[in-house]
C-alpha cells in the first residue's frame, strides 16, 4: 500500500523517561531509549509490538532521560543506533560497549532517509552536547518531536512548521517551578534559554507554528514535580482558543505519560 503515512506511538514521556515509536511499512523505529530496556519491552507489547522488530533506534541528546536503555536494546537486539558525532562522544561511556559497525552518524542539519520515510533533524537549545530533534515526512504527511529546548529560534520554527501532527513540549509551569522545592540553580537551568519549554512557551509556540495540515498535537516532558497534566492541557487548549484556533474541531490536544503508551495512531 502507497500513500499511507506512518504510525506513532508515544511510548514514555516525562522527565523520568523518554521515548517515540514509529512504524511504516518497511522501517520500525525507536527513538531515544530513556528508560530501562524491560520497561521499554513491556511499553511496546501495550501497542503490541516487540523489540525485536526494530530497525533503527535514534537518539536526540545523552542525558539519562533519553538514553538510559540505549546500550542494553542496541547489545539485546542488534540495533544500529544513530546520534551526531558529539553526542556519540557524549554518551559512548555512559551506555556501554556498541559494536562499532551498529553506531551511525546522524548529523545535525541534515535529512536521512530510512526506508520509505524521511527524518530530518534541527538543533535545539538545551543543555546537552549537540542536542537534536527530528521532523519525520512520508507521503507528504509530517510528524515533529520538540521537547528539551529553552526556546524556539525563527530557524526551528521554519523546519517544523505545518506539520500533520506535533510532540511539543510542557514542561513545567512557571509559578510552580518558582514556589517549588527545587534549588535556586536548578529552576533558574529549567528557566533558562538552555531549559525547557514551559506550558505557556509551548503554547504560544503553537500558535505561531500550527497550519492547516495540523490534525494532533501532543504535550509531552511534563515535569512530575512542577506540572500538572490538566494545567498543561488547559494551558495550550486555552492559548490556542484565544488566538482564534478552533481547537477540538481543526485539531486536538492529546496527552502523554510517563509510563503508559499512546495508542498507536496514524499520521
Given at each position: 500500500m502507497e500513500n499511507n503515512g506512518f504510525k506513532i506511538s508515544i511510548l514514555a514521556s516525562g522527565s523520568s523517561?523518554?521515548?517515540?515509536?514509529?512504524?511504516?511499512?518497511?522501517?520500525?523505529?525507536?527513538?531515544?531509549?530513556?528508560?530501562?530496556?524491560?520497561?521499554?519491552?513491556?511499553?511496546?507489547?501495550?501497542?503490541?509490538?516487540?523489540?525485536?522488530?526494530?530497525?533503527?533506534?535514534?537518539?536526540?541528546?545523552?542525558?539519562?532521560?533519553?538514553?538510559?536503555?540505549?546500550?542494553?536494546?542496541?547489545r539485546r537486539y542488534h540495533l544500529d543506533v544513530y546520534a551526531n558525532e558529539k553526542t556519540w562522544q557524549a554518551m559512548d561511556s555512559i551506555i556501554g560497549k556498541v559494536p562499532t559497525e551498529q553506531k551511525h552518524i546522524f548529523e545535525m542539519g541534515k535529512t536521512l532517509t530510512f526506508g520509505d520515510i524521511d527524518i530530518e533533524s534541527f538543533g535545539v537549545s538545551h543543555d546537552a552536547a549537540a542536542p537534536q530533534f527530528y521532523c519525520f515526512q512520508k507521503d507528504n504527511k509530517s510528524f515533529v518531536m520538540l521537547t528539551d529546548t529553552g526556546y524556539v529560534s525563527d530557524r526551528m520554527r521554519g523546519v517544523i512548521r505545518n506539520a500533520d501532527g506535533y510532540l511539543m513540549e510542557s514542561n513545567h509551569d512557571i509559578e510552580m517551578l518558582r514556589m517549588g522545592a527545587y534549588p535556586w540553580s536548578l529552576k533558574q537551568r529549567i528557566l533558562g534559554d538552555q531549559g525547557h519549554l514551559s506550558n505557556e512557551d509551548g503554547a504560544l509556540v503553537m500558535t505561531d507554528i500550527l497550519g492547516d495540515k495540523t490534525k494532533r498535537i501532543y504535550l509531552g516532558h511534563l515535569s512530575r514535580e512542577n506540572n500538572i497534566k490538566e494545567l498543561a492541557h488547559m494551558t495550550m487548549e486555552n492559548t490556542l482558543m484565544q488566538h482564534d484556533f478552533g481547537v477540538n474541531e481543526q485539531f486536538k490536544v492529546f496527552d502523554t505519560s510517563p509510563d503508559v503508551a499512546t495508542e498507536l495512531f496514524a499520521i
Open positions: 523517561g523518554n521515548s517515540l515509536y514509529l512504524e511504516t511499512d518497511k522501517k520500525k523505529i525507536l527513538i531515544d531509549a530513556g528508560l530501562s530496556g524491560k520497561k521499554i519491552e513491556s511499553l511496546l507489547a501495550e501497542i503490541d509490538r516487540k523489540a525485536e522488530d526494530l530497525d533503527a533506534l535514534l537518539v536526540t541528546h545523552e542525558h539519562k532521560d533519553h538514553i538510559h536503555g540505549v546500550g542494553v536494546l542496541a
